[in-house]
């Protein structure tokens, strides 16, 4: 079965601290992926999308995220965190519409 | 300035009515998308539509439905049908189901 795994729950940083949520597929076939950020009580943005070319893929707010066929991982990175980056993140994958949500991870940023 | 509206943002209902929630968008985007977020749960699909007059069944659309008679409208009704109505629910579009979906803010709805 298709299927989107975030293992972590919730992780903290430090402020200016490297980040990388981890994001894993299950598919026949690549699919289209994507990571979108939650703030709390609000609707979901786009970070970032796959779908096909460089495995390597830039997004808004300084977060790049590496398609890894072999690994079927989609992780998100991003090299110094701040303080608002706090919220929580989604990676989805699929096809023709049908998307696959991860159940997401908390950030949490100490200071 | 386009996006996607949901309205209202919190909405409270008695159990056993049927109550509709509202999605607009002005993207011009033909797919429209309904799911529901449940804590620790991701969202999980409800109906989507990637057309005018039709629409599919996501994976838990039991309890709800949809219509879809403007491009820029696609109201979910949440029916007394369904068990376990209170959740957040996302509104999304899209240019086609092969692009990246937008959302909208969201509507918590409330059932007790």
Not at chain 2, 49 to 76: C, M
Request: some cysteine; hydrophobic content about 30%.
């Amino acid at each position: 079965a298709q299927s989107v795994t975030q293992p972590d729950i919730h992780i903290t940083v430090s402020e200016g601290a490297s980040l990388e949520l981890r994001c894993n597929y299950s598919y026949g076939a690549t699919p289209y992926l994507f990571w979108y950020v939650q703030s709390p009580g609000q609707g979901l943005q786009l970070l970032l999308k796959y779908f096909s070319g460089d495995t390597l893929v830039q997004g808004i707010k300084g977060f790049e995220a590496e398609f890894k066929r072999s690994q079927s991982s989609f992780n998100l990175r991003k090299p110094s965190v701040h303080w608002s980056d706090a919220a929580e993140y989604f990676c989805a994958g699929g096809s023709q519409g049908n998307l696959i949500f991860g159940k997401g991870t908390k950030l949490s940023v100490k200071p | 300035d386009g996006g996607i509206t949901q309205s209202p943002k919190y909405l409270f209902r008695k159990e056993g009515q049927n109550v509709t929630l509202s999605c607009e968008q002005n993207l011009n985007h033909d797919a429209m998308y309904w799911y529901r977020q449940d804590p620790g749960q991701g969202l999980r699909l409800i109906y989507y539509s990637q057309i005018v007059n039709d629409f599919q069944k996501g994976d838990i659309a039991e309890g709800y439905s949809v219509s879809r008679e403007k491009k820029e409208s696609f109201p979910l009704t949440v029916t007394s049908a369904q068990k376990n109505p209170t959740a957040f629910y996302l509104c999304a579009s899209a240019m086609n189901l092969d692009y990246e979906q937008y959302f909208g803010p969201g509507t918590r709805l409330t059932v007790t």
